[in-house]
């Protein structure tokens, strides 16, 4: 299957290098290059991409606003948002989650690993580059409350579902989590899907949000709680 891309950057020179970089790698093609963030959301409704690849700091529209009103204008299928950036501090981070974004990269990633990040999200996973690490999600979590996500009544999930809530908001994949609990990856895609319909959310990575927002994970010194 090909994976549609657009490509949102101010910057002309990284823009082009994205669009050859995945104008050359298979099983890519791309639909669209913005120069902002409004270009970014127009795009989006004309081209529907399965990945759109967004810039933080745009002139006209923010990167992280961009990524709010496309995601909302697309709630039926949505594309999957990676926030690519110079900046690579926890607030962008939490902020670009807590908004539907499906994976956070910095611009000095190699190609090879931009590339594979993309495969990933398109696949339905979330993904943080390794130094950005998931403490720094609980950090910012424990001090901040994002405005986009607001507390979650978790009381309508039921257990089983609560449980998937707090294994996704470890990082466990579907496989990951359908070895813990003992259950089919099918069925486990299954409670994911009504979590994240109960509670109202776009995307796999505002679940992570969630989980640590609504108090179902307690920050930690910096190790996940399996």
Request: aromatic share 4%.
């Amino acid at each position: 299957m090909t994976i549609r891309v657009l490509v949102a950057d101010d910057q002309a020179l990284i823009r082009a290098g994205l669009v050859a970089l995945f104008t050359a790698a298979p099983g890519f093609e791309v639909v669209g290059e913005a120069a902002d963030g409004e270009q970014a959301v127009a795009l989006a409704a004309e081209t529907t991409p399965d990945v759109i690849l967004m810039d933080i700091r745009m002139p006209v529209l923010d990167g992280i606003a961009a990524t709010r009103r496309i995601l909302r204008e697309h709630r039926e299928d949505p594309p999957r948002v990676v926030v690519l950036t110079t900046f690579d501090l926890p607030e962008y981070v939490y902020t670009a989650l807590g908004e539907g974004a499906s994976g956070f990269l910095v611009k000095d990633t190699p190609p090879e690993r931009i590339i594979s990040a993309v495969r990933t999200i398109a696949a339905g996973d979330i993904l943080i580059a390794p130094h950005i690490t998931h403490r720094l999600i609980e950090t910012y979590a424990s001090h901040h409350r994002a405005t986009a996500v607001g507390a979650p009544q978790l009381a309508v999930l039921t257990a089983r579902e609560t449980e998937v809530l707090r294994l996704v908001g470890n990082g466990l994949t579907n496989g990951q989590i359908a070895q813990r609990l003992v259950l089919s990856e099918a069925t486990v895609k299954t409670h994911v899907k009504r979590t994240m319909g109960k509670l109202g959310l776009s995307s796999r990575a505002q679940a992570v949000v969630v989980a640590y927002e609504s108090g179902l994970i307690v920050p930690t010194s910096g190790k996940q709680v399996n």
